[in-house]
């Protein structure tokens, strides 16, 4: 047989909650054992390796050290894929990039004396993307399982993921929700890459974008949507801060 | 003749009750979700509610499911390939008459001679209890459609006639289960006439109402294809395809295969697709064909009003209103748009989108699932370009026609179109030749001979030969175009064939010599006495070796020996890139080769290959049932064909 791809997982500034939700495939981690070598894990194995084909990273870049340090992964993996929000749009770490940095760190440390430390010379936050070229996206917040299998289970297999290039709206619409408008909601369903199977709407909360947006919030059906329900684009700027700060282009990938 | 009966609302209770608890069938009805009303299993009768007004979903969700497995395999043991039928029995409780008319549409189209199996067995399975309208849904305009009532399409139809229920039995299945599970009366004329009345004063509650009747629809849609509404319109698209997704009568799907996190075993599963979505037409070398929000917005327009009539003779709009509802700019409600439309002006010839040409499909049995087939050679053309020999396991010949393709399936990775590049034969061996553009053709490029592949085919029309007997032939192919022509070529060149035609030239071209293919084929045609074969390149890199031709393929029609030609009795066959088509076909036409002697071969994205899945449409055209080989003549009015 074939040598199974090694894995290696990464993670920079996150939660380690997409981590989390691989080592809680339970008793199918036995599956993903079978069909990969998983090399370095921190979240749940001691052992390290920096002989591997496929890098999963997880978080967002906020330091010159990071940048580094990712640029080193890059250099070592034949594949780079970007787990979760944090790491394929920047998520939530981008709500501070509203501010300077020197301001945050101001915020957060006052006076303490953390000038000239590296681990403390923090920059704006960014996407993989930002810092060097990732080939797959795991997106959300937290990954979705099912599409994480499916990713893993394709590069495995040799193939290329196919991720949904259409709106949220379509799994919602499948899943037979009341649509979140019709309830007096504000939803990003409607430019939001789907994938996630339409989760939040089903559970009852309007969509936040957290897997990137697909549609820039400036077009013009966006504009009439708004219009219709009597929201401005300022809410709507407000509504995308949470996971698409600054990210408000299109990022439909033709 | 429909028979009625009278149940009281009690006794109706007691028979959906009796029903429930019987066990035999898994009983679905209308229920509450909200302040909307879905499809859902049913505990108890109180649940469900005749009075609602209309679903979110229409019920295709049980007959063409969301997410829909078609087969299971073992990926070591792929040939082995079993399809994943549904044998629950069904009973749907409350269907209003829409919904029943538009589930008779979506027979046609899925019980048609290549019939869905999948399709099939659940509909077989299912026992329709329809109900009529109480609740006139607020974006419904079923009453200008005539979709409010309906006199078939049902086992049992309730009525709520006030003071208790009718029930007209539709069926023998309606009048064995009836007879069966519920307490019911004789009804009397008294009741007929309530139901009468009920019918009647239905129509006055629509609020909503087309102004011109179905039959004229197809006149005002073509009148204004090109009308600035569409653009309008689809600039506050927000490509979500929620129009289609809750649409009765919409029901294209997409076609996956998913794999087990172990890797062992996997499923072919179809998912509902939209053809608003811009994937929808996407293909492998990155090209949509239907590229801008408008054509897509315009096309499930033109599908409903327009195209599925001009098949079937039926609108495919049941004026549910659901689409209305959905819509958050409000612009997929095809009340509004028809009655928009009607106001700028309608046209008689309606023909324009069409092809009159009507293919007889072979009735083939099952037709998604594949046959199991071994690669009995393989040969690398060049880094892109491999070349197949496949074997069919049954030992049975392909039977195929030239230019017809086979869906070749790799299972685990999917399934993908490919020309039949090797002439009708009687052995159960033919070719192809695939060059790797995505995923199923990478995966083929690495095959290796004896490794099992599946077939589904053939598939589309394929060449008429005889129609071109006593013809002269001129073949232009350029790129991958060359694979179907491969297979007219050597059948007309076969000596048992050739004197069947007059003369012959065949003029080739490829990006760069070694994209050129069957270089073994080309180097026969330059031999073959009364044959003319001409090769040329766009380019040539400097590190090739290449003495012939470069430009262009219509660099190459100086050399055809015109004084050879009388041009009215010579049929010219043009495979190729989108693009070549244009610019090969004015050169046919200076050579005063009418319009009607020219044959094109089309490409689109497919998936089943048998009229089902909507990707291949050109308008109201299937590529893959009506062509891929389409007279030129019939198809050069037809927007978005050669665009
Ligand atoms: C009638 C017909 C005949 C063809 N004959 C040949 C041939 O002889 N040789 C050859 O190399 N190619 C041929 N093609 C094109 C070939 O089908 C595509 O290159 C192939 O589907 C790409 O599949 P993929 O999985 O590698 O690409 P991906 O981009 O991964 O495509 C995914 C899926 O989309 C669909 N799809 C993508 N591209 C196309 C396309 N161009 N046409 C139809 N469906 C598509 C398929 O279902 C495919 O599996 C033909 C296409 C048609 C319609
Ligand atoms: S709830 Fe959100 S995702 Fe669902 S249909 Fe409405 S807008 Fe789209
Ligand atoms: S017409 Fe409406 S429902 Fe349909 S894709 Fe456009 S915005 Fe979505
Ligand atoms: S309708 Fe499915 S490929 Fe033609």
Request: glycine share 8%; hydrophobic share 35%; proline share 4%.
């Amino acid at each position: 047989m074939k040598q199974k791809p090694r894995v290696a997982v990464f993670d920079f500034a996150d939660c380690e909650g997409c981590e989390l939700q691989i080592a809680n495939l339970e008793e199918e981690i036995i599956d993903l054992l079978e069909i990969v070598d998983v090399v370095s894990f921190r979240e749940v194995m001691k052992e390290h390796s920096d002989q591997y084909d496929i890098a999963l990273v997880e978080g967002s870049i906020m330091r010159p050290i990071d940048e580094k340090r990712l640029q080193g992964i890059r250099k070592n993996a034949k594949i780079l894929v970007a787990l979760g929000a944090c790491a394929t749009i920047g998520g939530v770490n981008k709500i501070r990039n509203q501010w300077m940095p020197d301001e945050v760190m101001k915020q957060v440390y006052g006076d303490a004396k953390v000038k000239g430390n590296e681990l403390f010379n923090v920059g704006k936050a960014k996407a993989l993307n930002e810092v060097v070229p990732v080939d797959y996206y795991i997106h959300g917040c937290p990954i979705d399982r099912d599409e994480f299998k499916q990713v893993i289970t394709a590069l495995a297999l040799g193939k290329k993921p196919e991720i949904p290039r259409y709106p949220v709206c379509v799994e919602c619409k499948k899943n037979e929700n009341i649509c979140q408008f019709e309830l007096g909601n504000f939803c990003l369903g409607p430019i939001t890459r789907a994938g996630c199977k339409a989760i939040c709407p089903t559970h009852n909360m309007p969509c936040d974008g957290c897997r990137g947006l697909i549609k820039k919030a400036e077009t013009e059906c966006v504009k009439e949507v708004l219009e219709r329900y009597h929201l401005t684009y300022e809410d709507i700027r407000r509504r995308c801060t949470m996971y698409n700060y600054g990210r408000e282009e299109c990022t439909y990938d033709k | 003749m429909n028979t009625l009966r009278a149940i009281t609302k009690k006794e109706l209770h007691c028979f959906v009750d009796a029903l429930i608890a019987d066990g035999t069938y898994d009983v679905v009805g209308v229920k509450a979700k909200g302040k909307r009303f879905v499809y859902g299993p049913l505990d108890h009768a109180e649940d469900l509610r005749l009075d609602h007004d209309v679903t979110i979903l229409p019920p295709k969700k049980y007959f063409l499911p969301p997410l829909e497995s078609m087969m299971q395999y073992d990926l070591k043991k792929p040939f082995e390939v079993q399809a994943t039928f549904d044998n629950k029995q069904r009973i749907i409780i409350g269907m209003h008459p829409y919904d029943i008319i538009a589930l008779q549409q979506t027979d046609v189209v899925y019980l048609d001679e290549q019939q869905d199996d999948f399709y099939k067995k659940r509909r077989d399975n299912t026992i329709i209890i329809g109900s009529d309208i109480d609740a006139v849904s607020e974006r419904s305009f079923a009453g200008s459609m005539n979709t409010h009532v309906a006199d078939t399409g049902f086992d049992v139809l309730i009525s709520n006639i006030g003071t208790q229920y009718l029930l007209t039995i539709g069926s023998e299945k309606g009048k064995q289960l009836v007879e069966t599970y519920a307490k019911t009366k004789e009804a009397t004329a008294a009741d007929l006439k309530k139901l009468q009345q009920k019918r009647n004063t239905l129509l006055e509650k629509y609020k909503q109402k087309v102004n011109i009747t179905t039959k004229d629809w197809p006149g005002v849609l073509v009148a204004n294809y090109q009308h600035a509404i569409w653009e309008e319109h689809a600039d506050t698209c927000l490509e979500c395809s929620s129009c289609t997704m809750v649409c009765p009568t919409c029901f294209c799907y997409d076609v996956r295969d998913q794999v087990s996190l172990n890797l062992k075993d996997g499923q072919r599963v179809r998912t509902w697709d939209g053809c608003l979505l811009r994937d929808f037409t996407r293909v492998g070398s990155g090209e949509v064909f239907r590229e801008e929000v408008k054509e897509r917005y315009r096309h499930r327009f033109y599908r409903k009003g327009n195209y599925l009539p001009a098949r079937y003779g039926f609108v495919a709009c049941v004026g549910c209103g659901r689409c209305g509802i959905a819509c958050l700019p409000d612009i997929a409600d095809p009340c509004n748009l028809i009655n928009e439309l009607a106001s700028f002006g309608r046209e008689e010839d309606t023909e324009r989108f069409f092809i009159k040409q009507k293919t007889t499909v072979e009735e083939t049995g099952i037709i998604h699932v594949p046959r199991s087939a071994t690669v009995t050679r393989v040969e690398h053309f060049n880094d892109l370009d491999t070349f197949f020999e496949i074997q069919l396991d049954d030992g049975k010949p392909l039977g195929h026609k030239p230019g017809q393709f086979v869906e070749i399936s790799l299972f685990g990775i999917g399934e993908a179109p490919f020309g039949v590049s090797s002439p009708p034969s009687d052995t159960p061996r033919f070719e192809i030749m695939v060059r790797t553009v995505g995923n199923v053709t990478s995966k083929l490029a690495q095959l290796k001979s004896g490794d099992k592949v599946g077939v589904r085919g053939p598939l589309g029309n394929g060449f008429d030969t005889t129609s071109f007997e006593g013809k002269n032939l001129i073949f232009t192919s350029g790129g991958t175009g060359m694979v179907p022509m491969r297979s007219l070529i050597n059948f007309v060149l076969d000596p048992k064939h050739r004197k069947k035609f007059k003369n012959i030239t065949i003029l080739y071209g490829a990006k760069q010599p070694k994209e050129i293919t069957f270089m073994k084929d080309v180097d026969h045609w330059k031999t073959v006495c009364d044959t003319q074969c001409e090769v040329t390149v766009d380019r040539c890199d400097e590190k090739e070796c290449w003495n012939g031709c470069i430009g262009l393929v219509t660099t190459l029609f100086p050399k055809i020996r015109m004084d050879m030609y009388d041009s009215k009795n010579t049929i010219a066959i043009v495979i190729g890139p989108p693009i070549m088509y244009k610019f090969v076909i004015q050169c046919l036409k200076t050579m005063g080769i009418p319009d009607e002697n020219i044959y094109v071969s089309l490409e689109r994205r497919m998936k089943c290959g048998v009229g089902k899945c909507g990707h291949c449409q050109i308008n109201g055209i299937y590529t893959c049932k009506e062509g891929p080989v389409f007279n030129y003549n019939q198809i050069k009015q037809l927007p978005e064909a050669f665009e």
